[in-house]
Nanobody, 120 residues
Framework: QVQLVESGGGLVQAGGSLRLSCAAS????????MGWYRQAPGMQRELVAS???????NYADSVKGRFTISRDNAKNTVYLQMSSLKPEDTAVYYC??????????????WGQGTQVTVSS
């Protein structure tokens, strides 16, 4: 069993910053790719940023230059530093991880989400 717990969401004014954290716990062999997704009301879930176990990073065009994803493999934690926030960044942000079990089977795990609200 693997649990992903996000934290750091909240209400912030446009132009402000927030730092999201996601910690993985439980029993697993390894964590491979990790990423942050977001879903706004009435919208589809979209990838915000992803990072591989060896540090390769990809960002959605809409957040490039404003968001920074990082991870601490020793802590099984991924972070999303968000700056210059815009109202259109308002969404529930979900942590995702591709996890390999001790059985060597891989699966995708999701956190419960944390609300980010950016006021204008």
């Amino acid at each position: 069993q693997v649990q992903l717990v996000e934290s750091g969401g909240g209400l912030v004014q446009a132009g402000g910053s927030l730092r999201l954290s996601c910690a993985a716990s439980g029993s697993f062999f390894s964590i491979n790719d990790m990423g942050w997704y977001r879903q706004a009301p009435g919208m589809q879930r979209e990838l915000v940023a992803s990072i591989t176990s060896d540090g390769r990073i990809n960002y959605a065009d809409s957040v490039k230059g404003r968001f920074t994803i990082s991870r601490d493999n020793a802590k099984n934690t991924v972070y999303l530093q968000m700056s210059s926030l815009k109202p259109e960044d308002t969404a529930v942000y979900y942590c995702n991880a591709e996890v390999t079990r001790y059985s060597r089977r891989s699966f995708s795990s999701w956190g419960q989400g944390t609300q980010v609200t950016v006021s204008s």
